[in-house]
């Protein structure tokens, strides 16, 4: 039996159900889950301080496209709006191959993992020159963080009107043969579980109806989740209305895509009525608060879907479009966009940590984790709040106000993945050399 006591917390965060707060109080660990929370714990155990630090649930992140750390900053799409850059990027994406997504979960991984994210989803919808799925769900292994990958897909290329060159799109039979083999085998169902395997067809724009009507009911027959991106921005919502003859949210919930096993990335443009749908149905929204500034895709209506009852949690979305992956920074920024679009006091820091842990939870239907609770997977992080960041703060532990956003100490199951601010399950010099060597070899075959 494996202990951890979490030692003298200046501040703990907790996101309970009464979303408690402890000052000065001690976590105690035992087989991956949270077996106490007091003063004045004893263990013979393994002791982490936290004096000078915060506490609180590991981060969640339930919008990503991994392989995208490969891409990132590059000339011609730093600037463009979504179609324009997705056109920059997909020749570039059809070079890649198994070596550069596992690399590039690599490092999009560890980035999370040291701004505070504990549990990630991805979407990886393009699978050029033999590259799989397991080629992130090793990466996500090797660090120890709990993924929820998904298996994305494209169908309608150039040659049928569609976006994407063809060289990266799939058939339709094809892709549903593979994601039954992806769920076969590495879904796991169970509380805890570390890996939760998705389907999710990269956007309305970029596959068939059928093929969002076969692979919802595919997943409910294996019992996985639904995931794709939808009403992201004014081009999105015209397409749906000139090629469907009617709004995103109404086009989700013909094809089945609406219900508590769903979960749509952006959603900027939902008006009324689809706020008003995705709260009776549950349907969940991750909310991309960096990646909406940085390709103009105008700021979501978060405050009215809370209000509304619609679950709502945070993504960094790909590296190519943020084009950082720092989910602490993410938070920060979906509380500020609302107080643009709302007012000061439309979103306190606290509300964007709950929405960033508790939130998460709920979308992904993690009621296992995404808070500190008797019996919730221990899945930890702890910010140390002695720094300059903080200094001079009256509230240490508003920590998206004033704070850091680089981790001490992150626990994933119980197992340390982050220590004093190092990543130490992956040798993360070696990796981001072997990126930078793969973007270095990319950048010598293609033109521009
Ligand atoms: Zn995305």
Not at 88 to 116: C, D, K, M, N, T
Not at 205 to 217: G, I, P
Not at 378 to 403: F, N, Q, T
């Amino acid at each position: 039996m494996k202990e951890i006591l979490i030692r003298g917390a200046e501040t703990l965060l907790t996101m309970d159900d009464t979303r408690r707060v402890f000052s000065g109080a001690d976590l105690r660990i035992r087989d991956g889950a949270i077996a106490e929370i007091g003063e004045g714990l004893q263990s013979e155990g393994e002791i982490i301080e936290a004096r000078g630090c915060v506490v609180t649930p590991g981060l969640i992140n339930t919008h990503h496209h991994l392989y995208q750390t490969l891409t990132r900053a590059v000339p011609g799409a730093e600037d463009a709006l979504l179609f324009g850059w997705l056109r920059r990027l997909y020749p570039i994406w059809a070079e890649f191959g198994p070596e550069e997504v596992h690399v590039s979960a690599q490092v999009g991984l560890a980035e999370l993992a040291l701004s505070g994210c504990t549990l990630s989803s991805d979407h990886l919808y393009v699978f050029p020159n033999g590259a799989r799925l397991e080629d992130t769900i090793a990466a996500a292994a090797e660090i120890g963080l709990r993924f929820h990958p998904t298996r994305g897909a494209m169908s309608i290329g150039e040659s049928d009107g569609g976006l994407p060159p063809d060289s990266l799109v799939e058939q339709e039979a094809r892709i549903l043969e593979d994601s039954i083999r992806v769920i076969d085998a590495f879904h796991d169902p169970a509380e805890g579980s570390m890996c939760r395997v998705g389907l999710a067809p990269c956007s309305p724009f970029s596959v068939s109806r059928d093929l969002m009507r076969e692979a919802a009911l595919l997943a409910r027959d294996k019992g996985v989740m639904l995931h794709t991106h939808l009403a992201e921005n004014d081009e999105d919502v015209a397409y749906s209305l000139e090629n469907f003859g009617c709004r995103p949210g109404q086009y989700a919930e013909d094809l089945g895509w609406t219900g508590e096993d769903v979960w749509h990335a952006h959603c900027v443009k939902l008006d009324g009525q689809e706020i008003a749908l995705f709260a009776g149905s549950r349907t969940g929204v991750a909310h991309c608060p960096c990646s909406n500034c940085r390709l103009g895709s105008g700021i979501a209506p978060v405050r009215a879907m809370r209000d509304a009852g619609v679950p709502v949690a945070l993504g960094v979305d790909g590296s190519a479009s943020n084009d950082t992956g720092n989910l602490m920074a993410e938070a920060r920024q979906a509380m500020l966009l609302q107080r643009v679009s709302q007012g000061a006091d439309a979103m306190s820091p606290y509300e964007a940590l709950e929405i960033a842990t508790r939130g998460g939870a709920e979308v992904l239907n993690r009621p296992d984790c995404g808070q500190l609770a008797i019996g919730k997977r221990a899945d930890v992080v702890i910010w140390d709040v002695s720094g300059v960041e903080s200094a001079g703060s009256w509230d240490k532990a508003a920590l998206l106000l004033a704070g850091p956003t680089r981790v001490k100490h992150l626990l994933v199951e119980g197992r340390q993945i982050v220590r004093d601010g190092q990543v130490v399950t992956l040798d993360l010099p070696r990796v981001i050399e072997r990126q930078n060597q793969l973007a270095q070899n990319l950048r010598a075959r293609l033109p521009g």
